[in-house]
Every structure is written in C-alpha cells, then in structure tokens.
C-alpha cells in the first residue's frame, strides 16, 4: 500500500501540486478520439446503411447496439476474474490487478443494464412485450444482479487489501455465470433467439452489411471499455491513495493529541501503549 | 421508419448511458488529480 508522509503533505498542502489533466494521456486522448469516431460510424451504419431485415424489419437496428454490449460486458467479466486470480495466487498481491478487477467490472455492469433495457425496447417491437421470464433474460438478470452485488462488497469497510481478498474470491465465482447466460437459449425452451454469430457449428447466416454494422459496434464498445477501465483505474488508484492519506493524516491528528495532552498534565498518555490504531485501521 | 421511437430511443439512452459514466469518471479524476503531487500518478 502506498503511502503518503502526512508530515510532508500537512506541510506543503494538498494543493501547491500542479495537477496536469486528471487522468488523461496522450494515449487516452487518442483511444477517445477513436471511440467518438467509432460510434459515428455505428449511427451512420447502424441507423443507415444496413438494410433492414426480412422478419424483424427495422427492429434488428437494435441488435446492434444490443449484442456488442452484452459481449464486450462477456469480456469485461472475464477480465475481473482474470485480474481476481492474479491478485490472489500472485506473490506479490498487487493492488494494480484488484483495481482493474473492479473497473472492469464497472463497466461490465453498466453494459449488462444498457443490454437489458434495449432489449427489452427491442422485445416490445419484436415480441410485443418488454419482459418475459424467459431463460435468457431471466440469466442476463441475475448475472446483472450479481455484479451489482459484487460492487457493493467492493464499497464494504476495511483495508484495500481485505478488499481485494473478498472481491478477487467473489469475481472468481460470478464469472461462471457467463457460460450459463450464453448457452440458457439451448440449455431450455427460450422465446430468445439463439446465437447466430458466436454459434458452435461456425456458420453466420447473416447479411454482409448487416455483419459489419455489428462488427462495427463490437470495435467502438471495444474502444469505449478499454477506454473506460484505463481511466477508471487511475481514478481508483488516486481514491486509495485519498484514503490512505486521510489515515495518515487522522493518525498523525491522534499522536499530536497524545502530545498535548501529555505536556499540559505532564503525565504521559494514559492509553495503553498498544492501544494505537494500525494502517487497516484495527485496535 | 416503422417504430422509429424505440430505435432511435435504444441509441439515445445508450449512448446517454455511458456518455454520463464516462463524464463522471472524468469529473472524479480532475477533482482527485487536484489533491494528488504528480509523482504519484504512475501514468504521467
């Protein structure tokens, strides 16, 4: 864990640091340059250029919007239980891999609620309803659920470290519903549509066009994720050293009191010596 | 275009939807980066 000397920080003051742009680099500017760009191209190609279907006419307009998140939410849970486990059967036990385990996370669940709500603009025309309890969406529901849950176990008190513990173990877990998602369309009767591009036989029965509109939203929800996660992890970065500096700085505020104290009545500190408050804030 | 509402609806909540998430990472980065020497912001 990083620290701050809170001698050195109450001295100089939290705000003669010139600050130089929050989290952006050039490397980032350019990653959201291209994703502005790529979601240009998915309005024009989306909206525009593809043709519409035979049955669902233009309602599969949708699907581009709608399958490009849950896939890229697919790979953003992946990566958290790919970051999870290199945070706990790593020596090193890096606070770098549970950060980027939570952003990703982040934005995963984010990308599940934007599938599920488009979805079901997209089950009112095709279906005529907007919700069924049928096994996809009920699955989709519950992986978004569970998420939801393991955002909120990252928000619970104690160190960063029994953070990461707890949320590496829970990522580890919730990742296995991705598979259960996926196939629920073959696994029971389903009023959802099976796969028809990520089908196991290989064969995409799709219009040219109507492929690269996907493909098309599947590169700009790429970008915007990659995006995303590399400034949400240096957000986070800064919020654990905020942390650790407010303790330091609360630490620091005890000792002087101590000192006061034992100077004015000329006893020292009647706490016990051991009664001090350690960096995972435990007695 | 038939049912013109819902689609157009489906990109404009989407892209509302992480345009505000990307707006409010960005917010918190400035506000924290304020706070936070320069020498510890391993991507500078």
């Known amino acids: 864990m990083t620290t701050i000397d809170p001698a050195r920080s109450t001295r100089e003051g939290v705000h003669e640091q010139p600050a130089r742009g929050g989290t952006g680099t050039r490397g980032t500017r350019i990653l959201g340059i291209a994703t502005i760009v790529a979601m240009g191209w998915l309005v024009a190609f989306g909206l525009g250029f593809s043709p519409a279907d035979r049955d669902q006419q233009e309602s599969v307009r949708i699907l581009y919007v709608h399958v490009p998140t849950i896939w890229i939410a697919y790979l953003a849970f992946t990566v958290t239980a790919i970051a999870s486990g290199l945070y706990l059967f790593t020596k090193k036990k890096s606070l770098g891999w549970d950060r980027l385990a939570g952003a990703s996370a982040e934005v995963g669940t984010v990308f599940v609620a934007v599938t599920l709500v488009v979805g079901a603009l997209w089950g009112r025309l095709t279906w005529g309803v907007f919700w069924q309890w049928d096994a996809r969406l009920t699955t989709t529901a519950l992986l978004f659920v569970t998420y939801v849950g393991y955002l909120a176990v990252r928000r619970l008190g104690g160190s960063h470290e029994q953070r990461a513990r707890r949320s590496a173990v829970i990522g580890l877990i919730a990742v296995l519903e991705i598979p259960l998602v996926h196939w629920s369309v073959r696994l029971w009767r389903s009023l959802h549509q099976e796969a028809t591009v990520l089908d196991t036989d290989g064969d995409i029965d799709m219009d040219g066009l109507m492929l690269f509109s996907l493909f098309v939203g599947v590169v700009a929800f790429s970008l915007l994720y990659a995006w995303l996660v590399l400034h949400r992890t240096r957000v986070m970065a800064m919020e654990d050293l905020m942390d650790d500096r407010g303790l330091d700085l609360a630490l620091e505020a005890r000792r002087s009191e101590g000192r006061r104290s034992e100077r004015r009545t000329g006893t020292p500190d009647p706490r016990p010596a051991g009664d001090t408050i350690d960096k995972d804030g435990a007695r | ?44």
């Not at chain 2, 049912?3 to 989407?14: C, E």
């Not at chain 2, 707006?23 to 320069?38: E, F, N, T």
Request: aromatic share 14%.
């Open chain 2, 1 to 44: 275009m038939e049912d013109a509402g819902f689609i157009i609806g489906s990109y404009v909540l989407t892209f509302a939807t992480v345009g505000l998430m990307a707006w409010r990472v960005l917010r918190s980065g400035r506000k924290l980066a304020d706070q936070i020497p320069d020498e510890e912001k391993y991507w500078l």
